[in-house]
């Protein structure tokens, strides 16, 4: 039975390493070439990438659980309040452009520690804390991401420790060879691809698990009814806004250095194109028999009694307190102007820019459609992970359990061939949604190394000294010392978390780990909003060096705190304060340094 459930998500494993090894180059003359992109990158691949990235297992757990208990009123507020958040990242794009166009035309770092850096005194010490926070932020997140493989992976391997820590041990490898071949490049192919795989896992677990309980006339809890009515809806406007392409059909080709290089790229290509429009094809096909059977079900139940079980689960209200409520409107409200995998795709899209500044050139077109695909679809895929929830728990009772382990238990012990489809296209799904999140987080970890830590220690590795044989120098060491030292982080402390905490990625206590190291980036917000809302040609909206340190330690060490305290006593309420103590600590005392900084003027 294992051979049969684990045959897909290994295959999907081998297909991700095909787009980074047919981007790799032998040399990399500068650090951007490696960090942003080698090549001009279509937009295609730079939108589905970064949806790819906000469908992450750190947010995948919560929204199970809610959906799961019917608590919906959480997930929808967190998931209306993401698409504002992108808003608000798109509506900085002009001074964020003009940084990022800078930078990459000196050759200088695109990394949000850069700009805080910069507009705040241009202090190394700066430099230094703000990078120190962005690589302890996106490794903490590597981690919940890990925790949340191992959460699936238990239930399918209950009695085999060793081939567990091997299966996490691969999915880690993965991540390493899909970053490392060929920089920021592959992993933004390799995560749009991962965007597929993940519909079609979702699509196809979702189509199986709807047959089988309308089979059996499961399907009876009002959120459950709801969660039918949205994943129809959802399969309805996805593919017809997206045309039934998931995957874009980019040919990625690579001249090589002989004929015979060459002939294997090509060969390459062509395979990585036709699984492409396979996976595009099958995708639609499973989004259609879920439309199928949904109709068929709510045809069934009666629209009236479709109407008064929505209007039930969502009348319900919510077991979340008014702080947890404030905690999912700030979070993704903020999070996406700081999150440092948005820069860096922002950056391969500023790395293609014309020179036409115009907001009606193609250029802008091109920007302006991929933030309301980007801002539209990702909250819409958040709601639709909620639905799988409710669904979910219709297959499978937890009693006190994990839903998702619960839901696995139950698929095995059903003992037959749908059943085992259901399972298999789950951990495909689970696989690719928790590598499109790690693969981009891993480069953005060493990009900040590179282009922020190693100049600090070292300026001789400088990027604008623009010596190529320094540049590979560097990319080289800020590569072998960074990942390897990050690696072996990830691995002890995804060994003690799994050892002595024993977390599961649909509780309070992993939502807490999430908010934890996101505190860390969010403690930026102050920082990096004041600058690009601000004249900055005035000095409005900055501080000075020692108050940027105070800002970014204290309101970091705020929102870290409120966790380690709930952690430690189980009181959610520090669970729900963590952000809102970030934040808020972070805003009161930039507003102290500009009042100081107006009087000194």
């Given at each position: 039975?294992?051979?049969?459930?684990?045959?897909?998500?290994?295959?999907?494993?081998?297909?991700?390493?095909?787009?980074?090894?047919?981007?790799?180059?032998?040399?990399?003359?500068?650090?951007?070439?490696?960090?942003?992109?080698?090549?001009?990158?279509?937009?295609?691949?730079?939108?589905?990438?970064?949806?790819?990235?906000?469908?992450?297992?750190?947010?995948?757990?919560?929204?199970?659980?809610?959906?799961?208990?019917?608590?919906?009123?959480?997930?929808?507020?967190?998931?209306?309040?993401?698409?504002?958040?992108?808003?608000?990242?798109y509506a900085v794009r002009r001074p964020l452009l003009e940084f990022l166009g800078n930078a990459l035309s000196r050759d200088r770092s695109i990394t949000i520690n850069e700009l805080i850096a910069r507009r705040h005194g241009n202090d190394v010490r700066v430099r230094l804390l703000a990078s120190g926070l962005t690589v302890f932020a996106v490794t903490g997140l590597i981690v919940c991401e890990t925790i949340g493989i191992a959460t699936v992976l238990k239930p399918v391997l209950p009695d085999s420790a060793g081939l567990f820590y091997l299966s996490v041990g691969v999915v880690l490898a993965s991540m390493v060879v899909c970053t490392v071949v060929s920089g920021n490049s592959g992993a933004m192919y390799s995560a749009q691809l991962q965007l597929g795989m993940l519909y079609l896992g979702l699509f196809g677990s979702t189509a199986l698990l709807l047959y089988l309980q309308v089979s059996e006339l499961k399907i009876t809890a009002p959120h459950a009814v709801l969660g039918v009515l949205f994943v129809a809806v959802f399969c309805v406007l996805v593919p017809f806004y997206r045309h039934s392409r998931y995957v874009d059909n980019n040919v990625i080709s690579d001249p090589g250095s002989n004929a015979g290089g060459a002939a294997r790229a090509r060969f390459g290509a062509r395979l990585l194109r036709g699984f492409q429009r396979a996976l595009n094809i099958t995708i639609s096909v499973f989004a259609a028999l879920i439309v199928v059977i949904a109709v068929m079900d709510l045809y069934t139940e009666g629209i009236s009694a479709v109407?008064?079980?929505?209007?039930?689960?969502?009348?319900?209200?919510?077991?979340?307190?008014?702080?947890?409520?404030?905690?999912l409107v700030l979070f993704p409200l903020f999070y996406q102007v700081v999150d440092m995998t948005n820069w860096q795709r922002i950056a391969a899209f500023a790395k293609d820019r014309d020179g036409d500044r115009d907001e009606r050139s193609r250029w802008s077109a091109a920007f302006r459609k991929f933030f309301v695909v980007y801002a539209v679809e990702s909250p819409l895929a958040w709601l639709f992970m909620c639905a799988f929830g409710a669904l979910a728990v219709s297959a499978a009772t937890p009693d006190g359990a994990d839903i998702m382990q619960a839901f696995i238990r139950q698929l095995i012990s059903e003992q037959n061939s749908v059943a085992i489809a259901a399972l298999s296209l789950s951990l495909v799904g689970m696989f690719a949604m928790a590598l499109s999140t790690m693969i981009p987080l891993f480069s953005a970890s060493l990009c900040a190394v590179r282009y922020d830590i190693l100049p600090a220690l070292w300026p001789e590795f400088a990027p604008e000294e623009g010596r190529?044989?320094?540049?590979?120098?560097?990319?080289?060491?800020?590569?072998?010392?960074?990942?390897?030292?990050?690696?072996?982080?990830?691995?002890?402390?995804?060994?003690?978390?799994?050892?002595?905490?024993?977390?599961?990625?649909?509780?309070?206590?992993?939502?807490?780990?999430?908010?934890?190291?996101?505190?860390?980036?969010?403690?930026?917000?102050?920082?990096?909003?004041?600058?690009?809302?601000?004249?900055t040609g005035e000095g409005l909206g900055t501080v000075q060096a020692g108050w940027a340190l105070a800002i970014l330690g204290i309101s970091a060490a705020a929102g870290v705190g409120a966790v380690t305290v709930y952690l430690a006593t189980g009181d959610e309420p520090w669970l729900w304060a963590s952000v809102p103590a970030c934040l808020g600590t972070g805003v009161l005392l930039f507003a102290v340094a500009r009042l100081r900084t107006a009087r000194t003027a």
């Open positions: 039975m294992l051979s049969t459930v684990f045959l897909v998500p290994v295959v999907s494993l081998g297909i991700y390493f095909l787009p980074a090894f047919l981007l790799r180059r032998k040399t990399y003359p500068r650090a951007q070439d490696y960090f942003v992109s080698s090549d001009p990158t279509p937009p295609g691949v730079i939108r589905n990438s970064s949806i790819a990235c906000t469908l992450k297992m750190g947010m995948f757990g919560p929204l199970v659980a809610w959906g799961a208990s019917g608590d919906l009123w959480p997930a929808i507020v967190s998931s209306v309040f993401l698409g504002l958040g992108l808003y608000l990242l109407v008064r079980d929505g209007a039930a689960a969502l009348l319900a209200g919510t077991r979340v307190p008014d702080m947890g409520l404030l905690t190529a044989l320094a540049e590979a120098k560097a990319t080289r060491l800020a590569v072998a010392a960074a990942g390897g030292a990050l690696c072996l982080v990830i691995l002890v402390a995804f060994y003690f978390i799994e050892e002595r905490l024993h977390i599961t990625f649909t509780s309070n206590r992993f939502l807490a780990l999430v908010l934890a190291f996101s505190c860390a980036q969010l403690s930026f917000v102050p920082l990096v909003l004041g600058p690009l809302i601000g004249r």
